[in-house]
């Protein structure tokens, strides 16, 4: 059961909702983490959480499957709500690797985005679990030298679906989860490590969601079509947006190892120069 955390020293928080803290327990000893922001209230994410620190492995575990960090406490700051991850690094995200680190060589870039996939198809295929706020930014790494790109640790773990470039199309606010959300939200993904560049949100004033769906559909169209250049195969995205194509009563009847297929077909495709 995850307990409320009391005395904390918390630094401002940065763009990708994420500050560093540091827990001070009684006797003085000091636990040095991460507090991951949410505006949902704990009542909504708690038994999420639970199946979250059962099933996700925080250290060793299998390297194809999704892991995170420990899961320290639950912090309270007037209306809102924190997560606090245990890290006594200062971790940079997916969106900030694609900023700041030079890019790459295209065969560590297709490591990277197999990296990626392999562990969000594990979501599914080993844990059950839909991720339904997958965005780049939910991936993190330790800063390593020489940097690590196989071990990212998966967060976000209470963050809502917010609309955003990574939110399926169609996509219900009715608290049900389902498999194609996540597919979506990999794609676009995939497609900003393969261009090594993260996708721009419209601004403020897109009130009504309509340049955001223009900006999903028009993407869509970008990376399908044949040509667009990238580090990946056009055959990743021909793949992965191809099962969405589908309508949403047919993608729901899919079985669990129907999904499993379509994962498994989409890593070995990965695995293919462009």
């Known amino acids: 059961m995850l307990e409320?955390?009391?005395?904390?020293?918390?630094?401002?928080?940065?763009?990708?909702?994420?500050?560093?803290?540091?827990?001070?327990?009684?006797?003085?000893?000091?636990?040095?983490?991460?507090?991951?922001?949410?505006?949902?209230?704990?009542?909504?994410?708690?038994?999420?959480?639970?199946?979250?620190?059962?099933?996700l492995p925080t250290r060793d575990g299998r390297p194809e499957e999704a892991h995170t960090l420990t899961i320290n406490g639950i912090f309270r700051q007037g209306?809102?709500?924190?997560?606090?991850?245990?890290?006594?690094?200062?971790?940079?995200?997916?969106?900030?690797?694609?900023?700041?680190?030079?890019?790459?060589?295209?065969?560590?870039?297709?490591?990277?985005?197999?990296?990626?996939?392999?562990q969000v198809r594990s979501l599914h295929v080993h844990f059950k679990i839909h991720h339904d706020a997958l965005r780049t930014a939910s991936f993190v790494f330790l800063c390593t030298r020489p940097f690590n790109y196989t071990r990212p640790y998966l967060l976000d773990l209470a963050r809502p679906a917010f609309p955003d470039i990574y939110r399926h199309p169609e996509y219900r606010a009715d608290g049900q989860?389902?498999?194609?959300?996540?597919?979506?939200?990999?794609?676009?993904?995939?497609?900003?490590i393969a261009e090594w560049l993260p996708i721009d949100s419209p601004s403020g004033t897109d009130k009504e969601g309509l340049e955001l769906l223009k900006r999903k559909l028009k993407r869509k169209?970008?990376?399908?079509?044949?040509?667009?250049?990238?580090?990946?195969?056009?055959?990743?995205?021909?793949?992965g947006f191809g099962v969405l194509?589908?309508?949403?009563?047919?993608?729901?009847?899919y079985s669990r190892w129907r999904v499993k297929k379509f994962y498994d077909e989409l890593c070995e495709l990965l695995l293919c120069p462009p």
């Open 177 to 192: 989860s389902t498999w194609f959300y996540q597919v979506w939200a990999l794609m676009m993904i995939l497609s900003e």
């Open 79 to 118: 209306p809102r709500t924190a997560i606090f991850y245990e890290c006594t690094e200062s971790p940079i995200d997916l969106r900030e690797v694609l900023v700041r680190v030079p890019r790459p060589p295209n065969d560590v870039i297709r490591e990277l985005a197999r990296t990626i996939a392999t």
């Open 245 to 253: 194509e589908a309508d949403r009563e047919t993608l729901e009847t």
């Open 4 to 55: 409320y955390i009391e005395n904390l020293k918390q630094r401002p928080e940065g763009p990708n909702g994420r500050s560093r803290a540091k827990r001070i327990e009684k006797g003085g000893k000091c636990i040095t983490g991460l507090l991951e922001w949410t505006p949902n209230s704990p009542e909504k994410f708690l038994n999420w959480l639970e199946a979250i620190e059962e099933r």
């Open 221 to 239: 169209r970008l990376v399908t079509s044949g040509e667009w250049k990238s580090a990946l195969s056009p055959k990743v995205f021909a793949h």
